[in-house]
T-cell receptor
Framework: SQTIHQWPATLVQPVGSPLSLECTVEGTSNPNLYWYRQAAGRGLQLLFYSVGIGQISSEVPQNLSASRPQDRQFILSSKKLLLSDSGFYLC???????????FGPGTRLTVL | AQKVTQAQTEISVVEKEDVTLDCVYETRDTTYYLFWYKQPPSGELVFLIRRNSFDEQNEISGRYSWNFQKSTSSFNFTITASQVVDSAVYFCALSFSGSARQLTFGSGTQLTVLP
């Protein structure tokens, strides 16, 4: 069976500090991978998606970036965090395009 | 453009009541998928169901049932005999066939089931 991991689970960072969130998927090959952010108020915002190693598409211009160094690894980064980067970050994967996505447990990020 | 509307922001029911969560969608595509997700207080989104635009049969899974009506562009979710553990935010989502990218999510409905 497939599983998806995210770490850390929670993170408190000062403004201007760097960020690295990691997501890994087990039990599948060549998944589509996604990063979402959920701010207070519930809305899900797609940040990045990837259809393969080294292939990253950005949905929203911002100070965040993503990388996919391995088939089942997806990393979300920032060089300098902003207060507005606070939120709940969710990683997801899917097998088929446009079909159901399966989400990880999420990372709660607080920028102070 | 695609759009999903969940007009009910919050719903409260007493345990054992039935509750229906509404979802209305907009798309110009003829082939698309509809989804429901549950987000309990822990935060992880849990996939509940996918429905293909060609399949308008209603689906029942235990206490959960889904009513898909293309004529009204709706995909409503009913929980029968609600339980406290059903308390969560429920999201409806839409994607079109062939998209490598995204699901378009509604804004969610917070369901609270009171004991």
């Amino acid at each position: 069976s497939q599983t998806i991991h995210q770490w850390p689970a929670t993170l408190v960072q000062p403004v201007g500090s760097p960020l690295s969130l990691e997501c890994t998927v087990e039990g599948t090959s060549n998944p589509n991978l996604y990063w979402y952010r959920q701010a207070a108020g519930r809305g899900l915002q797609l940040l990045f998606y990837s259809v393969g190693i080294g292939q990253i598409s950005s949905e929203v211009p911002q100070n965040l970036s993503a990388s996919r160094p391995q088939d089942r690894q997806f990393i979300l980064s920032s060089k300098k965090l902003l207060l507005s980067d606070s939120g709940f970050y969710l990683c997801a994967w899917s097998v088929y395009r446009g079909r159901e996505q399966f989400f990880g447990p999420g990372t709660r990020l607080t920028v102070l | 453009a695609q759009k999903v509307t969940q007009a009910q922001t919050e719903i409260s029911v007493v345990e054992k009541e039935d509750v229906t969560l509404d979802c209305v969608y907009e798309t110009r595509d003829t082939t698309y998928y509809l989804f429901w997700y549950k987000q309990p207080p822990s935060g992880e989104l849990v996939f509940l169901i996918r429905r293909n635009s060609f399949d308008e049969q209603n689906e029942i899974s235990g206490r959960y049932s889904w009513n898909f009506q293309k004529s009204t562009s709706s995909f409503n979710f009913t929980i029968t005999a609600s339980q406290v553990v059903d308390s969560a935010v429920y999201f409806c989502a839409l994607s079109f066939s062939g998209s490598a990218r995204q699901l378009t999510f509604g804004s969610g409905t917070q369901l609270t089931v009171l004991p």
